[in-house]
């Protein structure tokens, strides 16, 4: 038995679930248990894409804490106590937050295979899984990650270079030590603008008041050129810009401003695009 369990809060956009479902049963075959987990915004906005494949939703409860992750984490486990238990356990979420879980299932002797659009998986969370599949435009664009483990090689060939021929002084002359301190600090002043960006990202939702259409369209670019994007996608990065509130709608939010934007489908909107930018209004 195979089993796909999504994290709809990370994996948001229909066209990355339709295009796992495609390259997981043309290369493992039909997958009997499929579950999408996540915030009922986020599940409306899947609402096509989990009928067409058959998805059973679960929301997670509203409360202060996302509950998505650890829902996900129960059923695994529950799935992995069975008897037998699956051959295969489809993780459909790029977060490093399931690495615990991938560790327990693969000593229950269960392969795991993760699903994730290529700029939401964690680097670190790679390998613990027995495959990664990409999804997105991007999945090419990511694989090229490891690179920075040969950059390492150079520094490690200098330094065995002066013990190879301890007789050339001036070799040694030309590789001072304080060359190596400074290649070494220049990798460490990127994690400083990454800790700072997580503590912005934390900021509470801005008043309703305070909200204009210039600050909505500074944090989702995408939406001005105009084009249909993903909801769950444009409401994370609101969430994640601090102008929307975890419980909050994403709908409410955009038809307080019908001059601007245009929600589609009517019924239950899972796209969302700028029809009047502010200076043209």
């Known amino acids: 038995m195979r089993v796909f369990l999504i994290d ?25 248990v499929r579950r999408a987990y996540g915030s009922a915004e986020n599940l409306k906005g899947l609402a096509e894409t989990l009928r067409t494949w ?3 939703p679960f929301v997670n409860l509203s409360l202060s804490k996302n509950t998505t992750d650890i829902a996900l984490a129960a059923d695994a486990m529950a799935f992995a106590c069975q008897q037998p238990a699956p051959a295969m356990i489809v993780i459909g ?3 490093a937050d399931f690495v615990p879980l991938v560790v327990r299932l693969r000593e229950r002797g269960i ?12 680097p670190e969370a790679v ?19 490891p690179s920075p ?3 390492a090689a150079p520094t490690k060939a200098r330094r065995s270079a002066p013990a190879a021929a301890p007789a050339a002084k001036a070799a040694a002359k030309k590789v001072p030590a304080k060359k190596a301190v400074a290649r070494k600090e220049v990798p460490a002043a990127p994690p400083a603008p990454k800790e700072s960006a997580r503590k ?9 008041d305070a909200l204009t259409v210039p600050r909505i369209l500074a944090a989702v670019p995408a939406l001005e050129a105009g084009a249909w994007q993903p909801l769950g996608d444009v409401a994370k990065a609101l969430r994640d810009g601090g102008l929307l509130g975890k419980s909050a709608l994403s709908t409410k939010l955009f038809k307080k401003f019908p001059a601007h934007f245009e929600l589609r489908p009517g019924r239950q ?10 200076a043209s209004a």
């Open 8 to 32: 709809a809060d990370n994996l948001s956009s229909p066209g990355w679930v339709d295009e796992a479902f495609k390259a997981l049963e043309t290369a493992e075959g039909s997958l009997a």
């Open 54 to 56: 058959a998805i059973r």
């Open 200 to 208: 912005t990202a934390a900021k509470p939702a801005a008043p309703a």
């Open 149 to 151: 483990a040969p950059a």
């Open 93 to 95: 979420s790029g977060d």
């Open 111 to 122: 392969q795991v295979v993760c699903v994730s659009e290529a700029s939401k998986m964690a």
């Open 127 to 145: 390998p613990a899984y027995d495959r990664v599949l990409y999804v997105g435009h991007a999945a090419s664009a990511r694989r090229p990650t």
């Open 269 to 278: 909107p899972n796209e969302v695009r700028l029809v009047s930018s502010p």
